[in-house]
């Protein structure tokens, strides 16, 4: 696991519990997973989040058995397993956490970067239907294109920094967007910015450049 960094917008409560409960799209389980291997907080609040949940099912009622299953659970214990194979361990990245690194198949070095205009790229990252998510370069100081949201955006900065009106997010940081906020962030100067964004909805763009280019950047 990366080590921890000092981050200012962690994600909600309600988001760790729906993540604890395994009710979020795969997508956003990915960008929550990522946020909470940077933030020493977010990481204790879904271990007490845990705890909790864990105590309510040792109060809950018990459920019968289906006929034979505990003699089914013990063949399958006695039964002879595969061998392990050896992993190589994974390189140490600064940029991807560790969540991260198994969608990608290692580092930054290993993504495979499409263009998307104004030096900024994308690349989309396979899960499952319900939402989609992508990692974003974009260039210091480079305006992303003013737009609002159909659904639930959520993006965590994994290098540089983004400005957002008046808040600035950093390494390890999280946005979570709705359909209240219309916002056009820019990467901060000094280093280049790149992002998980997870998405369940087609963002609105105000331009029509982006809004023709939407059907091919699958945004």
């Known amino acids: 696991m990366n080590s921890m960094t000092q981050v200012h917008h962690q994600v909600g409560d309600e988001i760790l519990t729906d993540y604890a409960a395994g009710n979020l799209a795969e997508a956003f389980n990915l960008v929550v997973a990522s946020h909470v291997s940077l933030c020493r ?51 140490r990245c600064s940029v991807l956490p560790a969540p991260l690194q198994d969608y990608v198949g290692g580092c930054i070095d290993e993504v495979a970067w499409r263009p998307v205009g104004m030096g900024v790229k994308q690349a989309i990252l396979p899960t499952s239907p319900e939402a989609s998510v992508r990692l974003l370069y974009i260039p210091a100081g480079c305006k992303m294109p003013d737009h609002g949201h159909r659904g639930v955006e959520m993006t965590l900065v994994l290098q540089g920094a983004f400005l957002d009106g008046d808040d600035r997010f950093a390494r390890g940081d999280i946005e979570v967007a709705d359909a209240d906020l219309t916002h056009t962030p820019v990467a901060d100067l000094g280093e280049d910015c790149i992002c998980l964004a997870a998405t369940d909805a087609p963002l609105k763009f105000s331009g029509l450049m982006p809004r023709l280019a939407q059907p091919f950047l699958k945004i």
């Open 41 to 91: 907080d977010a990481r204790h609040r879904l271990e007490q989040i845990e705890a909790v949940g864990g105590a309510i099912l040792d109060q809950g009622h018990g459920f019968a058995m289906a006929p034979g299953s505990l003699e089914a659970t013990l063949a399958l214990i006695a039964s002879p397993q595969p061998e392990e194979t050896s992993v190589a361990p994974s390189r």
